[in-house]
């Protein structure tokens, strides 16, 4: 089962712009964890967060976490064509729990 | 190895017939995830190893999916009597630990098994 909903679905943005995505989960977690993926094959990892943590950042990426509302964003300042990807948060709580994604799309 | 290694990459089967695919994790990786991806959906965990035992196998869809990592290392999902609704990308993913630490929760995948049962 899927752990939660991302908002939105679908991003599309031009070259510059940032990019904001939404994540809301549903039980506790130890830690929650954002992936990206390309081409519907393989994730790779972008950045944890701790439930303990409110704001991390690593280089363009930015990312929320609001334990008290069961949601966390990402935000990708200054996007570039190569950030056209989906990215998935993940909560961790003994195993790791996917949510739908947010497919993102930069146009040059 | 350098990093999660899947095969194969691509298994075209008919309906009914028996599949293997095959995980091998990053060296001294202890723990080993599978998930499952259909088109336009987020991965959706099936079972996770730590070591040679099953810690939480509460995502297999059924009796028909089985999985096994005998020495620890490469593990490999069974599925019998394949449906068409089985078809879609198998992930694996392994990492350090399945326990407590930043580093030993995040996941290094690799890059699928697409299965289509026709």
């Known amino acids: 089962s899927q752990q939660g909903e991302e908002d939105p679905q679908a991003l599309s943005i031009q070259e510059g712009e940032n990019a904001t995505m939404n994540c809301s989960y549903k039980?506790?977690?130890?830690?929650l964890q954002w992936y990206r993926q390309n081409s519907g094959r393989g994730l790779v990892h972008l950045i944890l967060i701790r439930s303990n943590e409110r704001e991390k950042h690593s280089g363009r990426l930015r990312v929320t976490l609001d334990t008290s509302k069961k949601s966390s964003s990402l935000l990708i300042t200054a996007s570039r064509a190569a950030d056209t990807a989906s990215y998935f948060c993940a909560t961790f709580l003994g195993k790791l729990t996917f949510g739908q994604g947010t497919i993102l799309t930069v146009h040059p | 190895g350098a990093g999660v290694s899947q095969t194969p990459s691509n298994k075209v089967t008919e309906k009914g017939k028996y599949v293997e695919l095959r995980c091998d994790p990053i060296s001294g990786h202890t723990a080993l995830y599978w998930y499952r991806q259909s088109l336009g959906q987020g991965p959706e965990f099936l079972i996770y190893?730590?070591?040679?035992?099953?810690?939480?196998d509460s995502g297999l869809p059924n009796d028909r999916f089985f999985a096994v990592r005998p020495e620890g290392s490469v593990s490999t999902l069974k599925i019998q009597r394949t449906e068409r609704g089985d078809s879609a990308v198998y992930l694996c993913?392994?990492?350090?630990?399945?326990?407590?630490?930043?580093?030993?929760?995040?996941?290094?995948f690799g890059a699928g098994s697409r299965l289509t049962v026709l």
């Open positions: 993913a392994s990492s350090l630990s399945g326990g407590m630490g930043d580093r030993a929760n995040v996941l290094t």
């Open positions: 190893f730590q070591g040679t035992g099953a810690a939480d």
């Open positions: 039980t506790s977690i130890n830690n």
